[in-house]
């Protein structure tokens, strides 16, 4: 099989917009769902809603799309009556961070096995483009036309203090990296969380100075630094600039988790 | 064997659900019903079930919903506060013909209210609480004995028509203790399966489709969304929404003369009260206590879908008498469909109606 | 016939379990019919707490305790808040080393949580020895019964303990009603 085996071919074309971030993604999840050798009928994709949240609607596996926020708790579900399935959540920043927040703590806290990709696109997408928890400061959208006078949320942080396993953040630029990432991820038991930030030209780039898709992307590349590069940086106390995009691996472990298959 | 115990209406509802087959619950405590959720606790995984005390409510109704996809028989139990954060995935349940059942042990509303008394207010909340056109199943307890028999009851109709299943108790039945007698077996019906191959959102005349669990390789896709027979979305088409909304009330309305629960007594009488819940204990009292006074009785066991037709049982009704533990809500759907009287006995507060109290209605109206 | 028996005292004295052990011995061991309320409130120590129980050859159908024929009082502020309105034909059995205050109505006093300490060791059984005295008192349940639903309910390692606190129940209400 290809990834392409794993698509309902039947309901192509998507409605992601041209120049989206999220078939990227998609592409690398199901990738990684490719190289781990899952089985189809032992697979389940699960979201919540936003434009991330359409994702398992195209993948050929048992897929359930659910309520804003809470793809997470309906997850949590199948996977404790089930343990045999294999569990991916496509969550956005919205849907994970704002009315989903408190399910995201508590699903690290029990470090339920499922693999958690959010993709964060910095921006409510398909509503039309309003503030988001990781809308960075200053950053326009038609929720904050004066630029957002709120701090962002680091995703990676709170998944990492609130227990899972496993956190990563990569980009829509870094394919590669991304993929290994998303595959350790199904690899590893217990929760996984990979952030993705991706590109919504639409509704954030337009507003943002991206005037091209491809000038989000190379922002994501000219603004990312490893994770292993900011610790040194910080030992020697030399200072990270806050727009910068810490990318990597922050966690890798083996906390007591839940509904691993026995 | 068949035993008599000395039993709590919550424990009875409890095990009710585990001799009905339920495997998985997912809850969050909340008086007056945690003494489910702590049974549940106790017993399901040595039964090798599955307990889990989520976040909140509206993660406790979503657990219930992703663990019955998998083909579990799944429930989960609260209040009213809880009941209110249930709503959104209640109404997911709808429209993605999700087999739960859902008890709310009634306390005084709004808000915090009166969180250790009873109350039947959540009434109009069940079944119109979520948003959208919808219809629901829900029955109602007198007894500690149809807490048992009535989870039961609503396992057995979740499965039949794919669809949540409210068992609307109230503090008084769920907190209070009295005889109830647990059968070896309990009537059992298994969600209709699925036949591969065949549309999954495809119903035949009893417009219920076949189930297809995940995990079984049918690929299917379960969307709150508006979908089609296939189960993909599709919301921009008029007639695609109004047919799908009109089956998954079809399936449920058509079928209220035939699946109706209720207890009918001496319809032949002039003055009938109507009740449910716990005030039906104290219609009881009444027609006990004055055996002359030809009093009718309609004890409502299942609420909702609202069988209109068994009012005509009553041939000779001059007025109905509804006691109620909020300001009318059932009253209100009866004076829909009946041109007698209807009188509104509302109770707030926590308390019962006293027997006097009702008798002297019966007296008012002679 | 239909009895009404109200419990009281202070939450941590076991009023809620007494309550509900008199209504298993009706229904599980005297083959009768028997409903158990109680106030639910943050009464888990102290305060006044309550419960009810009814008692009755046929079904039970109004399941609300109106006015009790039987009371069971083991504190003062539970006395003042159930048990003062006690009249006419009701009887009362008190705790006569927690409650001061006497009923109008016809009453028996047990010293159980004297008795529980002294006699026995542990506070904590007085609510057995209100139950026993209750059941020699008025034979609302068979003392078997009673002794069976003890059993069924205390904590394993208890049994015997608990069943000398019944015994010493029957006695002290022989003995209060001889003298």
Avoid at chain 1, 209 to 227: G, N
Avoid at chain 2, 340 to 354: E, I
């Amino acid at each position: 099989m290809s990834e392409e085996d794993w698509l309902r071919q039947d309901r192509l074309p998507h409605i992601f917009c041209a120049g989206c971030g999220n078939g990227t993604v998609i592409n690398c999840t199901l990738s990684a769902v490719e190289q781990i050798g899952w089985k189809r009928q032992e697979t389940v994709f699960v979201s919540g809603i936003g434009c991330s949240s359409r994702a398992p609607g195209y993948i050929s596996t048992d897929s359930l799309h659910t309520t804003h926020g809470r793809a997470l708790a309906f997850a949590t579900g199948i996977k404790l009556a089930n343990p045999q399935l294999n569990i991916v959540v496509f969550t956005g920043d919205g849907d994970l961070a704002a009315i989903g927040g408190n399910h995201f703590i508590h699903a690290c806290r029990r470090n339920i096995d499922l693999t958690v990709v959010c993709l964060n696109n910095m921006i409510y997408g398909m509503t039309g483009g309003q503030g988001s928890p990781t809308t960075p400061m200053g950053g326009l959208s038609t929720t904050t036309p004066y630029g957002s006078g709120e701090p962002a949320f680091d995703l990676c942080g709170l998944a990492t203090a609130a227990g899972a396993n496993y956190v990563a953040r990569w980009t829509s630029y870094h394919v590669r990296e991304l993929t290994r990432a998303i595959l350790t991820g199904l690899e590893n038991p217990g929760f996984s969380f990979i952030e993705s930030l991706v590109q919504c030209p639409t509704n954030y780039g337009r507003r943002n100075r991206f005037k091209q898709v491809a000038d989000q992307i190379e922002y994501f590349k000219s603004h990312t630094i490893l994770v292993e590069k900011a610790a040194r940086m910080r030992e020697k106390g030399e200072m990270i600039p806050p727009e910068m995009i810490l990318a990597g691996e922050f966690v890798r472990r083996n906390r007591p988790a839940l509904g691993v298959r026995p | 064997m068949t035993r008599t115990e000395f039993m709590q209406g919550n424990t009875a509802c409890a095990e009710g659900a585990l001799a009905a087959g339920c495997r998985f619950f997912g809850g969050y405590p909340i008086t007056p019903s945690t003494e489910i959720a702590e049974h549940m606790a106790l017993r399901l995984p040595k039964m090798g079930g599955v307990f889990i005390q989520m976040e909140d409510e509206i993660a406790s109704i979503a657990a219930v919903i992703g663990a019955s996809w998998t083909g579990a028989m799944a429930m989960t139990a609260t209040s009213g506060p809880g009941f209110s954060l249930m709503m959104e995935n209640i109404g997911y349940a709808v429209m993605t013909e999700t087999p739960c059942v859902i008890v709310n042990v009634q306390r005084g509303g709004p808000s915090t209210g009166q969180p250790t008394l009873s109350a039947q207010g959540d009434m109009l909340q069940c079944r119109f609480g979520s948003h959208g056109d919808y219809s629901v199943i829900a029955l109602s307890p007198a007894s500690v004995q149809e807490m048992f028999d009535l989870t039961v009851e609503a396992f057995n109709l979740a499965e039949r028509f794919r669809s949540p299943v409210f068992l609307m108790a109230d503090e008084i039945i769920g907190h209070m203790r009295e005889r109830v007698i647990i059968p070896d077996h309990v009537p059992s019906n298994q969600r209709k399966p699925y036949e591969p191959g065949s549309l999954p959102f495809r119903a035949g005349e009893d417009l219920v489709p076949g189930f297809p669990a995940f995990g079984k390789g049918y690929g299917v896709h379960v969307t709150g969304l508006t979908h089609d027979e296939r189960g993909y979305p599709c919301a921009t088409s008029p007639k695609l929404h109004e047919d799908l909304v009109k089956r998954l009330v079809g399936k449920v309305e058509g079928a209220r003369g035939s699946i109706t629960s209720c207890d009918i007594l001496n319809p032949d009488a002039e003055v009938v009260f109507v009740s449910y819940g716990a005030p039906s204990r104290t219609v009881q009292q009444v027609l006990h206590d004055h055996p002359d006074d030809n009093i009718g009785h309609l004890r409502l066991k299942m609420v909702w879908p609202f069988a209109e037709m068994v009012l005509a049982r009553f041939t000779n009704a001059e007025a109905f008498i509804v006691p109620e533990q909020n300001l009318g809500q059932i009253a209100r759907e009866i004076e829909r469909h009946t041109d007698k009287d209807v009188v509104t006995v509302p109770k707030l507060g926590g308390d019962l109606h006293t027997p006097g109290e009702l008798y002297a209605i019966v007296e008012n109206l002679k | 016939m239909r009895h009404e028996i109200r419990f009281s005292g202070f939450g941590g004295q076991g009023i809620i379990l007494a309550a509900v052990i008199l209504g298993r011995a009706a229904v599980m061991y005297d083959n009768k019919y028997a409903v158990q309320t109680q106030v639910y409130g943050p009464e888990a120590r102290g305060g006044a707490s309550m419960s009810a129980v009814i008692i009755d050859d046929e079904p039970i159908l109004y399941p609300k305790v109106a006015t009790p024929d039987i009371y069971v009082i083991m504190s003062q502020e539970g006395f003042e808040k159930y048990g003062i309105a006690a009249t006419g034909e009701a009887q009362m059995l008190v705790d006569s080393t927690l409650v001061h205050s006497r009923p109008s109505c016809h009453y028996i006093e047990i010293p159980a949580t004297r008795e529980a300490r002294e006699s026995l060791g542990r506070d904590i059984v007085a609510n057995i020895i209100m139950l026993g005295a209750l059941v020699a008192a008025t034979g609302i349940v068979s003392r078997s019964a009673i002794e069976k639903a003890i059993l069924d309910s205390v904590p394993k390692g208890t049994e015997g303990l608990n069943v000398k606190a019944m015994t010493r129940g029957f006695e002290l209400a022989e003995e209060a009603i001889s003298r």
